[in-house]
């Protein structure tokens, strides 16, 4: 099998409040360039997107952005990428996005990043992918996204094993060996119940 070589990394065109989520971005930039992971993120050159971005370029790595033609000034186009495609809608941007990523992890960011999100669990879910998914838990960010997945767990809306589909870990130092563990693992057949 081969090492994951690209990973999609969904987080917020804002940089939030805390100073811990712009800390998490830029010391996962660093481990991404360290290990030679190439970045796939929503080209933004604004909040932990840009960040993140920012890092991972300044460490030596390198950075693939996909932005769509009217977000590109709103987001401002990170022009300093190995490569930022342009494309005409955001089904066209998560699209690439996938194509061109072996695995996915989630920093914090708002609805955009939900949706990107319960899009690509939703994919593995229904055996369109087996791509490992790692949520990063920055200071329990993610908690009230965790206890909506159990409460549609517990409603008999999910089954049990959907909590397979992705992996949580609490810092980002922990996303690279959680990629390692979980590089394509068997996903059981979610698609009776959804």
Known sequence: MEPISSLCVYCGSSAGRSPI??????????????????LVFGGGRIGL?????????AAG???????PRFLETREVG?????????????????KLMFDLSDAFAVL??????LDETFEVITWR????????????????YW??????????????FARPECRQLFTVVSDVDEVIP?????????VPDLTERM
Not at 125 to 140: A, C, E, N, R, S
Not at 143 to 156: K, S, V, Y
């Open 61 to 67: 790595g390198s950075a693939i952005g996909v932005i």
């Open 21 to 38: 989520y712009r800390a998490a971005a830029e010391r996962l930039g660093r481990l991404l360039a360290e290990n030679r992971i190439r």
């Open 143 to 156: 908690r009230p996204f965790l206890d909506l997945a159990e409460q549609a767990i517990g409603q008999g």
């Open 49 to 57: 997107m840009g960040i993140l971005a920012d890092s991972v370029i």
């Open 108 to 113: 914090p960011g708002g609805f955009g990043t």
């Open 78 to 94: 990170h022009q300093a990428v190995d490569k930022l495609y342009i494309v005409e809608s955001m089904h066209e941007r998560k």
């Open 178 to 186: 959680a990629l390692r563990r979980e590089h394509a693992p068997s």
């Open 125 to 140: 879910q229904i055996k369109l992918h087996d791509k490992p998914i790692i949520m990063i838990d920055i200071d329990g």
